[in-house]
């Protein structure tokens, strides 16, 4: 996990100002603490032998006394030693308190003195002295050298060193290694870069996690990323932990993407926690129903975004349930969700990362109108409109440029959440929202200011990936239409540092806009190679590509990834579509009567997959880079593809001719109904533990059933239900037994060998 760890992490700086090595005599403290300080320059030091004989200088005794002392039986003498090496140590400590020092006695003394008298080492514990040297040991590094396994009498003392700590709420990060140059490594991993692991087993004791990190040092740090991001989002450093099965680590604050809580409330009130997926659901429950304290100070559970639920990352708050209530009915009345999922998700809407544009809406210009519905179903489902002039004030928020006509935002604003549309037929600094864009009503704190989750995107190349290779290919698409793909893109990975143009589409496809401008700006391919910055960034990108091309996304040239709109003017028939869409510096509209694609992930079932008509009407042409969906017929098209509604999801959209299917009949995804759900604090925390494990639990069960019956098998359709329903119910999924894995008598092998996706697989491998 450690190993692991390394690879993952980001690598921000921080600095333990304090560094407390524990544990028995004679284990290699002293040693270690002399190779950080030769290594480490800046480092003071506290020395355990030092401070001893320092004070039994002071007390006028020998060792000779103190052996005498314990030999007779007589612990008095050698109980007040301990405790005056104790209070000398703290002054020590409290002298160096506002600088980097490394210690290698800690509060040993004191467990030799709870080893010998437990009741006055209880009293000690109260003593303000020994509750500020305690204070200052949560706000360190705390590491317990540990002995060998077979060495029973230095066991036993660090099993008391541990009570000891725990005792007194302070976490520490156990030591094993044994080799000098790997336990240098390890502290250094853990005293500058903030890679800490501690038990899970003293994660539930609820200890307080140490976590001080030197701001100075901080504030000294220039950060570089290899491929610069054009966009104005900010972003905060949050400490963060991740549970493993058998540790915890503290990574070091994390660069995460601002949102509108920790814009308002601050950094330092929040932590991030992530489980591991082999974490079970009930120890993920049971820590996030406890809660956690960090520095001492207690945070519990608040919520998460949309990704944070897949990747079991939530936020906790500073502070106790009751006054995390209080935070979030300041920001909006919640009551209206019905179900756990919806709740989750309401709530979550506050984590939901974007920009700040700063740009706020006076009450006279924010008008709410109604949604089109038709047979109990809305066409306009978080779809809204937003004015000229207010789009301009948008774009430049977001990119400090209105050069590209940005056309859609995603945006968050008071309790709303949805797509807006540039509209010429409503006031110019005008803000129209529907019902259904409603996931909250604002509470006695609401935010005024209008920030941007997503933006339509130019040259925004769509990819396809397992899931949509295996209904594709059970939709009768040819497997020499998916090769063919992937050795087109495997040689655009081969020519990447040559060729500008193929530089030039992958640049696009990851969303690199400046790298991409860069190229475009180089005259030929020889300029492109001998610029060594663009060089530079390149090779970060190609080997970034190379490391993930196991994962099956495929780019594909003639699709996009777009957000999706309504037809604002109700020209566009049921089946029909208008999509726009930038190429280079150029616009481009799909042929009237064209066939396109449209697709949306997780994408299990064979009518996930739309096959609409592309039309041209000159009233849509200021809509670029998305894709317009009628609002007439039976049920909208939103309705017949995975998780219904407009509200931000991004579609493939592909017009690619050798990879659309013949049409096929939509089918309506149907909720597991309403029925009485937890709606406490207690049920979204349950929900929040299991929701991964469960929607894995299918997505496992789909991809082996699709491995051997392929995807338009009757178990893949029934499974495609139950993921809906599941998401809606909030009930732990239960996969009934016949759909949870092929029976081994039925597994067909060469079908297997013959499935595309495993093939591809295969080759990126190779």
């Not at 004791?205 to 976590?211: D, R």
């Not at 740009?359 to 937003?386: A, H, N, P, R």
């Not at 509470?443 to 949509?468: A, D, H, M």
């Not at 509200?647 to 089918?667: A, H, M, N, R």
Request: charged fraction near 25%; aromatic fraction near 10%.
């Amino acid at each position: 996990n450690f190993t692991k760890l390394l690879k993952l992490k980001l690598q921000l700086p921080c600095k333990m100002s304090r560094i407390i090595l524990c544990g028995t005599r004679i284990i290699g403290k002293t040693s270690l603490c002399e190779d950080w300080c030769r290594e480490n320059q800046g480092y003071g030091r506290i020395d355990g032998n030092d401070v001893t004989s320092h004070v039994m200088d002071e007390l006028g005794i020998s060792r000779d006394d103190v052996n005498k002392s314990l030999g007779t039986g007589e612990k008095e003498l050698y109980l007040n030693l301990q405790k005056s090496i104790f209070i000398e140590q703290n002054k020590r400590e409290t002298t160096l308190q506002d600088q980097l020092y490394i210690s290698d006695s800690g509060p040993d003394a004191l467990v030799y003195t709870f080893i010998e008298n437990k009741e006055l080492s209880y009293q000690l514990f109260k003593e303000e002295s020994v509750k500020s040297c305690f204070s200052v040991y949560r706000k360190s590094l705390v590491v317990v050298v540990s002995p060998l396994e077979e060495d029973r009498e230095k066991l036993s003392y660090t099993n008391s060193l541990e009570l000891v700590l725990q005792q007194c709420s302070v976490s520490y990060m156990y030591m094993r290694e044994t080799d000098r140059e790997r336990r240098l490594y390890v502290l250094k991993q853990a005293a500058l870069q903030g890679c800490v692991s501690i038990s899970l087993e003293q994660f539930k004791k609820q200890l307080s996690l140490t976590y001080y990190m030197d701001r100075e040092v901080d504030k000294k740090h220039t950060y570089h990323t290899p491929i610069p991001v054009t966009t104005q989002a900010t972003t905060h450093r949050i400490r963060m932990f991740t549970v493993y099965t058998n540790e915890i680590v503290l990574s070091s604050q994390v660069s995460h993407t601002s949102n509108r809580m920790v814009d308002r409330y601050g950094e330092d009130n929040f932590v991030l926690i992530q489980f591991h997926w082999k974490v079970s659901d009930t120890d993920a429950e049971g820590v996030l129903n406890t809660g956690v304290y960090v520095d001492g100070e207690e945070f519990q559970f608040v919520g998460c975004n949309c990704d944070g639920l897949k990747d079991r990352t939530c936020y906790l708050m500073k502070g106790n349930p009751g006054y995390i209530d209080d935070v979030l009915s300041e920001c909006g009345d919640f009551s209206g969700a019905n179900t756990v999922f919806e709740r989750l998700k309401s709530i979550g809407l506050l984590f939901s990362g974007g920009v700040n544009t700063g740009v706020t809406v006076g009450q006279e210009d924010v008008k709410v109108i109604e949604d089109i519905s038709s047979g109990g179903m809305e066409f306009t489902d978080g779809y809204g409109l937003i004015g000229d002039n207010l789009a301009k004030k948008l774009a430049i928020g977001v990119t400090s440029s209105c050069d590209y006509p940005t056309a859609v935002f995603q945006i968050t604003f008071q309790g709303y959440k949805g797509v807006v549309t540039k509209s010429s037929g409503i006031s110019q600094d005008s803000l129209q929202v529907r019902n259904s864009m409603s996931k909250f009503s604002s509470g006695t704190k609401p935010f005024p200011e209008i920030w941007v989750c997503k933006q339509s995107r130019p040259n925004s190349y769509g990819n396809l990936n397992k899931q949509l290779i295996r209904v594709l290919s059970a939709l009768g698409i040819s497997n020499d239409v998916f090769l063919q793909l992937q050795v087109s893109y495997f040689r655009v990975l081969d020519n990447i540092l040559l060729d500008c143009k193929f530089a030039s589409k992958l640049a696009n496809w990851k969303n690199h806009s400046d790298l991409s401008t860069q190229i475009a700006a180089c005259k030929d391919n020889e300029e492109m190679k001998e610029n060594k910055d663009i060089q530079s960034k390149l090779k970060y990108l190609r080997n970034t590509l190379v490391c993930d091309v196991t994962k099956l996304q495929v780019p594909v040239i003639q699709s996009r990834r777009m957000l999706a709109v309504c037809d604002p003017v109700g020209v566009l028939e049921y089946g029909e579509c208008y999509v726009r869409y930038s190429c280079n510096n150029n616009v481009d509209t799909i042929k009237a009567d064209s066939y396109v694609m449209v697709a949306k992930h997780p994408c299990y079932l064979l009518s996930d997959v739309r096959v609409l008509t592309a039309v041209d009407y000159p009233e849509l042409s200021h809509l670029v880079d998305c894709i317009v969906l009628s609002v007439k017929g039976e049920h909208p098209l939103s309705s017949e593809v995975t998780r219904p509604h407009y509200g931000g999801d991004e579609y493939f959209v592909c017009w690619d001719d050798k990879l659309i299917p013949s049409p096929t009949d939509p089918q309506c995804y149907s909720g597991g109904g309403t029925r009485s759900q937890d709606l406490s604090r207690k049920g979204i925390i349950a929900f929040f533990s299991s929701y991964k494990e469960s929607v894995d639990l299918i997505d496992t069960s789909y991809q082996n059933w699709a491995d051997n019956g392929g995807a338009d098998c009757k178990e893949c359709r029934e499974l495609a239900q139950l993921y809906t329903r599941y998401v809606e119910s909030a009930r732990k999924v239960q996969i009934p037994f016949n759909l949870k894995s092929p029976p081994s008598d039925s597994y067909n092998v060469t079908s297997q060998d013959e499935r595309v996706w495993i093939k591809m697989e295969r080759l990126s491998r190779e």
